[in-house]
């Protein structure tokens, strides 16, 4: 699957409509940036080791050997909101989660609410994640899920 405005589109509709997103404006392409934001350094997602990256191709949201990341990233924008594509990896936990299988999962990978990064003047980080599957997902799970990104 080719990630498109329309999946932009779609993915700040579903979070718009959840109301996960009070206040703010989700548009993709480097209008929704402004003159400011493309002089100033860009918004960071904190990884586990609380380094900044910027555009990573894996995320690991349980920060350590977890039975769930985010891999395969690619993204279509990264302003004060990232949009991109990517899978989410599952540990099937068959026979044990030590012994089990990663299953992916197609997802849109939305990164949102950017606030000041704490200790690091002049910088902000992504403070929620929020995936849309697109395809199959793991049994009983919701089609969409937002996460509180940690700063460090």
């Given at each position: ?73 690619k993204w279509a924008s ?75």
């Open positions: 699957m080719r990630f498109t405005r329309v999946h932009a589109a779609l993915a700040a509709g579903l979070i718009a409509a959840s109301g996960a997103v009070t206040g703010t404006v989700l548009t993709a392409g480097p209008a929704a940036a402004g003159p400011a934001a493309a002089a100033s350094r860009p918004v960071v997602v904190v990884n586990c080791a609380g380094h900044g990256k910027v555009r990573p191709t894996q995320y690991d949201l349980g920060c350590m050997p977890s039975s769930e990341y985010l891999a395969r990233l990264w302003h004060r909101v990232a949009f991109g594509e990517g899978v989410l990896k599952v540990n099937d936990c068959t026979p044990t989660c030590a012994h089990g299988k990663y299953v992916s999962y197609p997802i849109l990978t939305v990164l949102w609410r950017a606030r000041p990064w704490p200790g690091h003047a002049g910088r902000a980080y992504f403070t929620r994640l929020t995936w849309i599957f697109t395809d199959k997902r793991p049994g009983h799970v919701r089609a969409s899920h937002t996460y509180a990104l940690p700063a460090k």
